[in-house]
C-alpha cells in the first residue's frame, strides 16, 4: 500500500530528527523556484483598487499598483513607494483653501509605466478625478478624501505636484498618500476626463450636476468593465508584477516584469522590494482543502486557518520540519452586523437582547482556543483610545428575555417564540443569520447564537454564504443579521466610513444603518480634532453612543494564524493578510 505524502513526511520525521543538517532537511521541499504559492482564503471581485474594499482584491492590487506611500510591514510607518519622500507639508493661509493644509510631492525621476513613459503628477490628477467621478463606485475611498479640493502638477517639473485641501484631517497625509496612481493613457485612451477639472469633480454641488453626465458616464462605464477589473494586459499598475492569469475559483498568478524601473532604488527604498519572480495565489476558501494543501507542499504561505486547525498542525512534527508558526496580533475586529432599519431589529432593546444570548468568554475559549481578546465597541483595544471603561455585555438569557418583553415581544401561542405585532400583522421573532460557509468560526459562531437565542425565545434561521454572495446581499440590504470583520490600520480611526449616514449607500460601509445627527456631528468633530488628548475624548464619546444604540454585537480581536514554509527567509507582520510575498526570498 502506499502511504499519503503527509504519511511520508511524518515517517521522515521521525527518522531524522535530531540527526539531520540544512542541506539534509531541504530534501523535504518539494520545490526551490523563485516563486511564491500562497493561500488566499476569498475570490477577490476586481483588480482595480479605486473601487473595491474586498481584502482578498487589496492583497492582489498592492502588488500590481504602487501607492505614493506604503506602510512598512515592520515599523507600521509610511514609507516613500512610488514618491521619493513623505510629503512637504504646509498650511494655506489665504486664497480659497485657507485653514486648509497642502502636500507636496515628488515622484522617483525614473519611475516609467510599462510602456517607457514616465510616471507624472498627470497621472496622479487623473487617479483624484477617477476617484471623485460619480458614478464611478468609489464612495468608500471619497469618504476619505472629500477634503481634497485640488491638484497642481508643477510647470517646471511634471513629476513634482501639490495637493490641496480645504481643512485639517487627522488622516491627511495617510489618505492621500495611500492612493495608487493608475496610468492615465491606458485608463482614458479617449482622453475624456481632461475636460473636467479636479477642483469642480471634488466640489459636491457640481459634482451632483455632473451626475447625469453622459461622458462621464462612459468613463465609469469603462472603468468597471470586467477588462480592467480581471483580464491579463488590461489590469495595469506601476508596480513590479503584473497581472499573469485570473482562473475563477482557482487562482491568480502574477510574474515580475522585466527590467522593472524600482528593481534598482529596492535597497534605499523597501517599499519598492520585489524578489520572487512569479507569485501564485490559489484561491481555497474551504480549511479542509487549504490543510491538505499545506500537507502536500501545494501552498507555501497561508494565514486565516481556523483555531483549532491551527492549534493541531503546530504539534506535527512532520510540519514543524517543513514550515514556521506565527501568531501576530491581527488589526482586525469580528463583530455580528445587525440591520437596523429591519422592523424587528430597530428596537436597540431588541439588539441588546440578542448581545446578551452570546456567551463570549466561551466563545474565545471554545471556539477561537484563546487566541483572542473580547471587544466591546469598533475600535481595536489596542488603539490608546479604546474605551476599556465600557463593561461587556453579559451572557444573559433572562436579562434578554426581560428586554425583549420591554420591547413589547412575548410568546402569544406558547411555541417558544416571542411575537409581536408589526404593520397589523402578527410576527414572530425570527432572524436569517448570514455566515461565511467557508469559515468554521463563522459557521461555529452561528450555531452557537441559535441555540443561546433560542432560550430567549428568538429564532435563528443560518443561511451559509459564499464570500461573494454575502458581500452583495450586505449591499443590497438584504439581511437580519450577518457575520463579518474590519481590518484596522495603523492609524487614527475615522468613523466616517464605516458609521456616519452619508456612507449608508450600496457602496459605503455603514451596512447596519446606523447613526443620527449627534454621532454625525460627533464623527465630523473627530475628523478634524488634531488634538490627541481632545480627540481621544471624542472618541469615548462616539464608542458611548454606538454601544448605547448596539448596530453591532462586538465580538473579539483575534490573534492571526500563519504559516510560511522554511525555504523562505520572511517575516510577519501585523498588517493584513499578515505577510507580504513580495519580500519572501528563497534560502541559499
Known sequence: MRLPLHCFLFVTALLLTGCMGDSDEKKLYLRSENTVFARLPGEPDRLSPLITVNAYSRTINELLFLNLLQFDPATLELQPQLAKSRPQIAEITDGPWKGGISYTFELHESAV?????PITGNDALFTFKALFVPQVN???ARSYLDFVKDLAVD???PKRFTVYTDRKYILGEAAISNMPVYPEYHYDKQGRLRNYTLKALADPEQAARLSEDTTLAAFAENLHSEQFAREKG????SGAYALEEWVTGKQISLKRKANWWGEALSETYPMLRALPERLVFSIIPDQVTALAALKSQEIDVASQIDVNDFAEIRKDSALQLLYNFHTPAALQLF??????RNAKLNDKRVRRALAHTLDMDAVIR???AGMAQRVVGPFHPDKPYYHKNLAPIAYNVEQARTLLKAAGWEDTNGNGVMDKVLDGTRTELELNYLASAASKFSMSLALVLKDNAAKAGIKINILPKEFPVLIESLKRREFELHGGAWV???LPDDPKQLWHTESNTPDGGNRVGFGNAESDALIDEIRVTLDEQKRAGLYR??????YEEQPCIFLLAPQERLVIHKRFEARPSVLRPGFFVNEFAVKR
Open 138 to 140: 468609489s464612495g468608500p
Open 155 to 157: 510647470a517646471k517639473n
Open 113 to 117: 509605466w510599462d510602456n517607457g513613459a
Open 335 to 340: 463583530y455580528i452586523g445587525i440591520n437596523t
Open 234 to 237: 488590461f489590469v495595469n499598475g
Open 366 to 368: 471554545d471556539l477561537y
Open 541 to 546: 464619546k462616539f464608542q458611548e453612543l454606538v
Open 488 to 490: 484596522a490600520e495603523p
